[in-house]
């Protein structure tokens, strides 16, 4: 029997969502995926842009890829041609414009996945052709973090506007759904990525001489709270005489994450919105507890002084939570003795292939 057809859509190669592409693509069976971009289909006149991909700060060329001799006209069709075989042979990940994408030649697919809401609004999408779709939330808080809306919604008016062509919502943690769930009648699924279980592992390592916290991310979002609380935590135990030390890593490969982890202690999340965040997920499976607001995958998986700590967004309650683990060096050990295979359980990546199957077959109505 033919393989139903999946076109997968993110927001900018490298990002969050192509994360979430690679996993799917990768772990998930039974199905012919294909995928593509926002930033690759610009839309002109916009009335939906996103913070991820602003309108005139992301350009084309500092995502595309630039072939050689492309300047040298008497080479640049045989270079245009020879990517073109190779990107249609599976040869090449960028096809012969130098964008990273693989698309069906005719446009059709069976199921489209919009990772994110708004993007069928933010890119030009016209030319697909589709049977189901599918759209995404990441963030907790409403309207959803990262578009900028140029006017007051209300629930009811976003559902209209965002999600009325949509036969399924993705959501990025299990506690969005409580909010959707009044506006839209379509079924709401829990979905998301995890990571390479061996690459992330605990290793054996020489003891720290300080304490260290660990944050990695996207400093400049605001509501990721690096800047606001993140820094103002360190500096106050710094002062109050603990041997704490912070250390960040705000880009970089699987690889360097899951080394920069094994260096650390604790992770510290003060998102105030995030279906997320991924560094609860690389911490996690090397073995590094958290203290986290009850946000996201945090406020589905940490059970409070089991396997981790839950902290108010403020400085004070998280200077609090810190020092109780640095007076209590066994309850430290207790919850770094857990989070690992809690974590592996419940979000792991034979739970999260499974939610993507169920949730396909549910929207294409196919048998499990």
């Not at 964008?99 to 890119?123: E, N, S």
């Not at 916290?213 to 993140?230: A, L, Q, S, V, Y």
């Not at 109050?240 to 260096?263: C, D, H, I």
């Not at 607001?293 to 939570?321: Q, S, Y």
Request: hydrophobic share 40%.
């Amino acid at each position: 029997m033919k393989k139903k057809r999946i076109l997968l859509i993110g927001d900018t190669p490298g990002w969050a969502f192509h994360r979430i592409i690679e996993f799917i693509m990768q772990r998930v069976k039974g199905f012919d995926f294909y995928y593509d971009f926002t930033v690759n289909n610009p839309r002109i006149d916009s009335e939906t842009s996103s913070d991820f991909v602003s309108k005139g700060t992301v350009h084309l060329e500092n995502i595309r890829r630039k072939w050689p001799l492309q300047n040298v006209i008497i080479l640049r069709a045989i270079v245009y041609h020879s990517i073109k075989i190779l990107h249609r042979l599976g040869l090449s990940k960028y096809d012969e414009h130098g964008f990273l994408r693989k698309v069906a030649r005719d446009h059709r697919y069976d199921l489209v996945v919009y990772l994110d809401y708004y993007m069928d609004q933010d890119g030009d999408f016209g030319h697909i052709q589709s049977n189901k779709i599918i759209k995404g939330i990441f963030t907790e808080d409403f309207p959803p973090k990262g578009v900028l809306h140029n006017q007051d919604l209300t629930p009811e008016s976003f559902c209209h506007k965002f999600l009325i062509n949509s036969d399924a919502l993705l959501i990025g943690a299990p506690s969005i759904a409580n909010f959707y769930a009044n506006f839209y009648k379509s079924p709401i699924v829990f979905a998301n990525l995890s990571y390479d279980e061996v690459l992330f592992s605990p290793i054996k390592k020489t003891q720290n001489k300080s304490f260290v916290i660990g944050w990695t991310g996207n400093p400049d979002r605001d509501f990721k709270g690096f800047h606001t609380h993140i820094i103002p935590v360190i500096n106050t135990l710094q002062a109050m005489g603990y041997p704490v030390e912070l250390r960040t890593r705000f880009q970089g490969s699987l690889n360097a994450l899951a080394a920069f982890w094994n260096g650390v202690d604790l992770a510290l999340i003060a998102s105030e919105a995030d279906a997320g965040p991924s560094m609860f997920i690389e911490a996690s499976l090397c073995g590094v507890p958290s203290v986290s607001t009850r946000i996201g995958m945090p406020a589905f998986l940490i059970r409070d002084g089991e396997n981790g700590l839950f902290c108010k967004r403020n400085v004070e309650d998280m200077v609090r939570i810190i020092k109780r683990l640095l007076d209590d060096p066994c309850l430290y050990n207790h919850l770094k003795s857990n989070i690992r295979e809690d974590y592996i359980e419940k979000l792991g990546i034979k739970a999260q292939k499974k939610r993507w199957e169920d949730l396909f077959n549910v929207v294409l109505d196919e048998k499990s």
